[in-house]
Structure formats: C-alpha cells, structure tokens
C-alpha cells in the first residue's frame, strides 16, 4: 500500500491500518494461534501500520502485536499506541474484565487514569516494555475528555521532548469528540489526530476538524469506519448498531439507501465506509478492528481500490440530503445474505 506521511514528521503509515483492540479480547476471546494469523494476513495484504494501547485487553493487544511483529523488518512496521492509562495491580479482582473494561481476560491489573508527565513517561516504558521495542512511531493521548488541561499542560509536552529525543516518531491525540480534537490542533504541537467515528459515510461531524487540521498540516487518521457495525454489512439489518447502540430508524433506512447505491454499482457497502475517509486530503489513513484473516483481506482490497465517480456522486446525494431520501430506491430483497465485515 503506499504509505503517507503523518504531518510535518518522518513517520509514514499505510492507509489501512489495523486497529488491535479485538486481538487484547475485546468483547470475546482470541487464542494466540488466530491473533498470529490475522496479523500475518494484514501483513500480506500490505498493511503497515498497526495500531494498539494498554487499555486493550490489558496490555494483551501490545504483547500479542510485539510477539507477531518481532521478525519483521522494523523500518517497514508504523507501530502506535497511547498513554493515559496506566496499568496497575488490581486489589479485589473479579476474575473477568468484561463487566468493567469490555475484554475478555482476566482483570488482574486495573487502569488509572494519569495524563500526567510522570503518567506518560510511565506508560511508555510499559508499552515498550510489552511490545519488546526500544522506539514507538505515533504515542497517542487516549481519551482525555475528562483530563484536558492535565493532557495540554503535561501530556502534550512530555510526549513532544519523547519525539526531540527520538524515542517517539510522532505526537498524536485519539478521541471521539471532535471539539477537544479542535482544542489539540489549535494549542498544542501535535502531529495526528485520530478520531474514531466522527469521520465517515454516516457521520460528517468532524468536517471542521479536517478543515483545520488541513490549514496547520496536521495529519488524521480515521477510526471506526464501520461505525460500532452500521456500515459493515452489505445490507445492514434491523439490530444493526451505530456508536455501540441500535441505530435510529431514519440512519438505518439511510444506510440501507447508501448500501442499494453500492450494490448498483457492483459493489458494498463496507467498501465505501473504508473508502469514503481517504477521500479528504488532511486523512493519511484509516483503522479499523479486525479479528480475522477474511476481515483483514476484505478491507485491504476495499481499501486499494475506489468506487467510479458517479457512485460517490450517488451516495454524497443520499449522505447529505433530508432524512426522507433515504427511502429512495431501497428496495427489499430477503434473498439477500448478511456478513459482518469488521467493526
């Protein structure tokens, strides 16, 4: 795949990266020998860059992540993971992380929030530590809604003399929200925002995020393209999910307008969700979760080829118009058969 170059640094990434949060067991359990061979097929397929953090499984992602990419040649792996998240000795465990972190592993350690400088420089050694590697290309502040002026005033400095010193490639933030994105971009020196769900074929929300983010020379990477499921399958069903919750009716009857467009033009809907994001000049790629060989082999080619310019003249049309336009040309086909193509 041909890499891009994240901002004004050195570091390059794939435009489909792997998000490594299903390999730390998210949500039900991997064993080793699956984790190995999807990570294997998405190097096959191309893809470079690899995306993790503490939070996922507690630490398992980054351990299973470092152990699959130990023998391959280190100037040709993007590899990124994130502080703010310290893990610790849990006091009292209850023998699972489901009910309290979403994993499946058991929840001998327990996450702090700490977007300190003392917390990052921590996190790093740790995540280091776990991927068997002395430099991280991209660190990304994780999730600091509720810690913004300690992640500005420490985590963002503390991460900028970790790039000054080469033990890190880049400064990033990765977040849901698109004004504290904003608030990164305009005050601090980061050099790539990742924002997971607000940049895709059903939600445009961070269009003023790019906007910016373009003007300054700040790259984006683009997470969730699916959407929590919405957009992963070729025609989304009644119990599909956007942002981790059932999908309202009039997004659900626009999706399946949006998938009827694909299908006309001889391909899915999934296709456009990894697509559409690479199509705004600030995104230097996308990452999206997989948990199989097949998801990563679905994406890559979606991912390498586009969709003809009047089939993006079709779905801007249904994207952007009133909620009633997405019950133009729908149709019913129950012949149809559904896969979920990754998350």
Known sequence: MNARTI??????????GFGAAPLGNLHRAVDDGAALTTIDAAWAEGVRHFDTAPHYGLGLSERRLGRALAHRPR???????????????????????????????????IRRPDYSRDGVLRSLEASRARLGLDRIDIAYIHDPDEHMDTAVAQAVP???????????????????A????????????VDVVMVAGRWTLADRTALPLLTECARRGVSVVAA??????????????DGAYFDYRPAPPDLLARARALAHVCRRHATVLPHAAVRFPLRHPAVAGVVAGFRTPQE????????????PSRAWEELETIAAGPPESATVHTGADPSRQRRKHGR
């Open 178 to 189: 698109v004004a504290p994105l904003m608030r990164f971009v305009t005050e601090t020196d």
């Open 75 to 109: 100037e040709e792996v993007t590899l990124s993971t994130k502080v703010g998240r310290l893990l610790e000795p849990h006091p009292h465990p209850t023998g699972s992380d489901l009910p309290a972190g979403g994993f499946a592993v058991p929840d001998t350690l």
């Open 7 to 16: 901002g004004r640094t050195q570091v390059r990434v794939s435009p489909l």
């Open 296 to 307: 990563v082999r679905s994406a890559a080619r979606w991912a390498a080829h586009d969709l």
């Open 224 to 237: 969730a393209p699916f959407n929590s499921g919405l957009l992963s399958d070729p025609d989304p069903s």
């Open 158 to 176: 503390a991460l900028t003399e970790l790039r000054r010193q080469g033990v890190i490639g880049a400064v990033g933030v990765g977040m849901n």
